[in-house]
């Protein structure tokens, strides 16, 4: 018997309106994301990849409502989730939270240690300050961080601490879903690979369920189960990790997995060239969004725009001349 997703996005969409003269009149919108659907199940990793401005982030804060979606239904352990208010959403956050990208900006600079990561505790369980100093020591050693930490502030922190300190409040309500957003971009590379590794031991630990948002492949290579690839608001192909690296089938995706550098001096790459930049999400054009960009461009990519399909098990793609290219 397969397992029901712990989350379900259905067709999702989010516009974001463009005012402009004296009366502020909605002049047009930027489409960051349009007509997303993807699935994850409880404990794996499923990444999102793609240049900056694909629209994954939005993709992410969108799930867990912290921007409302244009369109669309998103399902968390089968309750649509974009008609909830009140006590149901704040149970919902209880269960759902973010790592965001930069540690510094995502910390109090006047909040001490201790209260920034009790602080949910007081938010969401209304627990008493002793209980709370023990649940804050608990989750700092769990994220490699001793009690001496506590009684700093963000800025005594190094990067690495400080992103272990967010990582301690995103786990401090024991939440079945994290998304990670470029968890390790903000960090010297020295740090990246501890700060990975510590997500792994949480997961199991923790029995957690990530959403990856990155730009990076070798992090969703080492980090991931499946792997979403966007291009322009839409997800251009899905499959599980090891066979999008090994038998990437849309163009885009090609091209990103040819542009990744292999330690070996002596072998030979050929990275295949994209030309010119990504289009507006504010006029994207018809057909494939893609067809501007792509070397295998035909002429029919400009009319038709393809749609996300299962062309083997479990592995999706949108591309009309896939198997010929």
């Not at 005594?156 to 024991?174: D, H, M, P, T, Y």
């Not at 499946?226 to 091209?255: Q, S, W």
């Amino acid at each position: 018997m397969v397992e029901p997703p712990l989350l379900l996005v259905d067709h999702l969409v989010k516009y974001f309106p463009i005012r402009g003269g004296l009366l502020l009149r909605v002049k047009g919108y930027v489409k960051a994301v349009d007509d997303v659907s993807f699935k994850v199940y409880p404990q794996e990793t499923y990444g999102i990849v793609g240049e900056s401005g694909s629209g994954k982030t939005t993709v992410a804060r969108t799930i867990l409502r912290l921007i409302e979606p244009t369109k669309g239904r998103i399902f968390f352990e089968g309750n649509d989730i974009t008609k909830i208010q009140g006590e149901q959403l704040r149970k919902f956050r209880r269960n759902a939270q973010i790592i965001f990208q930069n540690p510094y900006s995502a910390l109090h600079p006047r909040m001490m240690i201790k209260d920034i990561v009790g602080e949910p505790l007081k938010i969401h369980f209304k627990m008493r300050n002793e209980e709370v100093i023990n649940e804050v020591v608990k989750t700092l050693h769990d994220v490699g961080l001793g009690e001496e930490h506590m009684y700093r502030y963000p800025h005594e922190l190094s990067g690495g601490q400080r992103q272990r300190v967010v990582i301690a409040r995103a786990i401090i309500l024991k939440p079945k879903l994290l998304v990670l957003d470029e968890p390790t971009s903000a960090l010297d590379v020295s740090v990246q690979a501890k700060i990975l590794n510590l997500l792994k031991d949480l997961q199991k630990k923790f029995k957690l369920t990530y959403i990856l948002i990155s730009h990076h492949f070798a992090v969703v290579d080492y980090m991931c189960d499946r792997i979403a690839v966007m291009y322009l608001g839409k997800i251009v192909e899905e499959a599980p990790k090891n066979e999008l690296f090994e038998n990437p089938l849309h163009p885009y995706t090609k091209a990103l997995i040819s542009a990744i550098p292999i330690p070996d001096p002596k072998r030979k790459v050929n990275p295949i060239l994209l030309k010119g930049e990504i289009p507006s999400p504010v006029n994207p054009p018809p057909g494939c969004r893609f067809a501007s960009r792509c070397p295998f461009k035909r002429t029919e990519c400009e009319k038709i725009t393809p749609t996300l399909e299962e062309v083997k098990k479990d592995h999706f793609v949108a591309c009309s001349f896939w198997e010929i290219i």
